[in-house]
């Protein structure tokens, strides 16, 4: 097949060549026309104004002058030589200097050329002045490609020294819009551009990058915006699609004797709204028949596993097996205790294997897992392993799957003849607008209530000249017998950054509560497994008072008496992770606390993420609040597959046109389910060009 001009490599655009293109590819990986294309400038000038110069204000900003060369000169000698131009426009005269490059400008600087000057002037005494003035000769057509809004694209020290400045790059932009515009061919639907009043595709990429006016760079870029978030949520769509029809699943039609007993007599407290909602969720993916693909978010403490454990009754009443995948042993544990607690009075067999689970209970655990006579198992990345086989897996349940890579969830697939149920949890907020764009093929449950009784935890921030303060409030605490989690960055001292670290505060704290009056655990990620399960099983039994740790109680750890998280030197942490550690606290039914103790100067995103802090307990404001800070690779971490850099929409500043791109992206999936339709073709060849390795299109006829 013939190929598209778009994928012709850049360095046969004029202006490029291949060295050029080799150090393109390297700074902004654009090796073809579209790549280049799709470099959008970064700002912008603008060129729409013209001065005179006798009206000029020495204010700072730049102006665009129309006159002629009346003389050029050079003045001073070795490195004070500079190159004097007289320009005038007919109402004044000002000068024009350049200090380097001075022979090759010079040769252009013919007396009574007319020039477009573009630059910033400074006033000398009397007279005004332009240093390294943009100069183009006042010809037709560089008034027609320099009219307008002129772009600026980012740049390299390296492409700068091969003389591909941002003029040269605006250039090569012109000459390839001219060579490739009468391919570009419109990729939305005529009903759209209609209803949502779009300038057409052609237009847009032209007024991306020379617009004649603001509005024309407005509509260009809202154009644009529209279309990468469209296109995405579309493949999205269909890749859901695709999924749920290649992949049929069991089908669980029974509300069964285990769950109806579970929900009657041994929950303890009525379901939330929330959880009731999400559990009819996954209630009509498992009996659909079709491969469930599910996502449920859920803030600390919403309950998430109380859903996890009654989709696995789901399954066990369906005579299916259940797993629940955790990315940490302390994490597996604690899901394993809650779930064998909840169904010590069942005939339901629980079991956790990790990596430290002993070769005699392993051996009893995988015959138990292949006779069926274990109907949840609880563990770590063990249960990926070949010899980890299942009688009839019906259902996997992965925790903080951002955890785990993208092939390793997967492997939970191949358990079974048909693939299990997938339902992934977390309890790290993810903004609607990341969960869109990094899961948009997952159908996505959110538990956004808390249980009933819960108080809101009350956060303070102090600095640390307040710390005696702190210690009162910590003594009255302990004597209402609530215990403490003090949380430090840092294991040992650091020669670079300036924050307390664990073994000195370890060590201020026994001297401000000293035996016997007070008992203090430390913990952290050195230790010994055996020693650090040893400090925490203490600390949740209460017989210690006060637990000192580094990050690893961020999840895990689950003492409901524990009301007050204290976190050491907070400015170095992010917003999802101080809310995390904030989750440990708040569990019982006592009012809890969150202090977060920083030194006196600050930085802007530190204040930010304190007054963030002490302002909402919602993990989705969070969540968003970090979005804005860090923006969307920061916040999940390692990319999930699927995450598109996006080459102009902004998930921090563009949420309002995700939704509704993925509203239309549905309503257009309504008409045409399988985009076969004359008018949805040119939607359809932009699909499976640019998404066909993501939706796979075998089921289209």
């Known amino acids: 097949m013939k190929k598209h001009i778009l994928h012709t490599s850049v360095e046969f655009l004029k202006g490029i060549g291949s060295s050029r293109a080799k150090l393109l ?3 902004f990986g654009v090796r073809t026309f579209k790549d280049f294309l799709e470099l959008y400038p970064s700002k912008y000038i603008d060129r729409t104004q013209y001065y005179k110069i006798n009206e000029l204000v020495d204010d700072g900003s730049d102006v665009q002058i129309i006159g002629k060369i009346q003389g050029v000169s050079t003045v001073g000698q070795g490195r004070g030589k500079r190159l004097v131009a007289k320009f005038s426009d007919g109402n004044g005269t000002m000068e024009l200097v350049w200090f380097q490059g001075i022979n090759f400008i010079q040769k252009s600087l013919t007396k009574g050329k007319e020039f477009i000057v ?10 005004w002045q332009i240093t390294h003035p943009q100069m183009d000769e006042n010809k037709k057509e560089n008034q027609k490609q320099r009219a307008g809004l002129q772009a600026i694209y980012s740049s390299t020290d390296k492409l700068k020294r091969s003389g591909f400045s941002s003029r040269k790059h605006s250039d090569s932009i012109y000459a390839l819009l001219e060579q490739i515009h009468p391919y570009l061919v419109e990729n939305l639907p005529p009903y759209l551009i209609r209803e ?15 617009p004649k006016s603001i509005k ?18 579309l493949a999205f769509l269909l890749k859901n699609k695709a999924t749920k029809e290649k992949n049929r699943s069991f089908v669980f039609g029974e ?3 285990h769950f109806k007993t579970f929900f009657n007599e041994v929950l303890p407290f009525d379901l939330t709204g929330a959880q009731k909602r999400v559990l009819k969720e996954i209630h009509g993916d498992v009996k659909s028949g079709k491969q469930m693909n599910r996502m449920v978010q859920g803030d600390v403490g919403s309950g998430k596993t109380i859903v996890a454990l009654m989709a696995m009754l789901m399954a066990i009443d369906n005579k299916h097996q259940a797993s629940l995948m955790a990315p940490t042993e302390i994490l597996a544990q604690q899901h394993f205790e809650s779930i064998s607690e909840m169904m010590k009075d069942s005939p339901i067999c629980v ?27 609880v563990g770590t990345h063990a249960l990926l392993e070949d010899k980890v086989v299942f009688q009839n897996l019906g259902i996997a349940i992965i925790d903080e799957q951002h955890r785990f890579g993208v092939a390793q969830r997967a492997k939970m697939w191949t358990k079974n003849v048909k693939p299990p149920h997938i339902l992934i949890m977390t309890a790290t907020p993810i903004p ?93 990620g050195k230790m010994k497994p055996a020693e650090k399960d040893a400090q925490m099983k203490e600390f949740s039994e209460g017989k210690t008072h006060i637990m000192v740790a580094t990050t690893v109680i961020e999840v895990g750890v689950n003492v409901p008496n524990a009301s007050v998280m204290i976190i050491e030197s907070a400015e170095r942490f992010g917003l999802s992770q101080l809310h995390q550690l904030r989750g440990r606290v708040g569990r019982g039914g006592e009012q809890s606390y969150c202090i977060l103790m920083t030194k006196f100067k600050l930085s802007k995103d530190s204040k930010f993420r304190m007054e963030t802090m002490v302002r909402t307990n919602d993990g989705f404001e969070i969540s968003e609040a970090d979005l804005q800070l860090r923006g969307p690779g920061d916040v999940m971490g390692t990319r999930q597959s699927g995450m598109m850099e996006f080459k102009i929409a902004s998930l921090v500043n563009n949420r309002d046109e995700l939704m509704l791109a993925r509203e239309k992206a549905i309503e257009t999936l309504k008409k045409d389910p399988k985009m076969n339709l004359a008018i949805h073709k040119g939607t359809r060849d932009f699909l499976v060009s640019a998404y066909k390795k993501l939706i796979g299109w075998s089921h289209i006829s």
Do not use: W
């Open 351 to 377: 079991e956790i294997l990790t990596g430290s689970t002993k070769t005699k209970k392993r051996r009893e655990i995988d015959a138990g897992l292949r006779d069926g006579s274990i109907h949840i198992i």
């Open 216 to 233: 024309h760079y407005q509509e260009a870029k809202r154009r644009l915006i529209f279309e990468e978030f469209y296109f995405q949520q």
């Open 432 to 524: 609607r607008t990341l969960a869109l764009s990094s899961y948009g093929d997952l159908d996505l449950s959110v538990i956004d209530e808390l249980p009933p009784g819960r108080k809101p935890i009350v956060t303070k921030h102090f600095f640390d000249a307040k710390r005696l303060q702190v210690i009162n409030f910590m003594r009255a605490e302990i004597e209402k017998g609530r215990q403490i989690y003090i949380v430090y960055p840092l294991i040992e001292e650091s020669e670079t950054l300036d924050l307390s670290n664990l073994q000195k505060g370890f060590e201020a704290i026994i001297r401000d509560f000293p035996a016997p009056t007070y008992n203090v655990s430390i913990v952290h």
């Open 118 to 127: 573009y630059g910033k002037p400074a006033r000398f005494g009397s007279k």
């Open 25 to 27: 590819a390297e700074a």
């Open 196 to 210: 949502m009043e779009l300038m057409s595709r052609k237009s847009a990429l032209f007024h991306i990058h020379h």
């Open 255 to 257: 509300v069964g004797t």
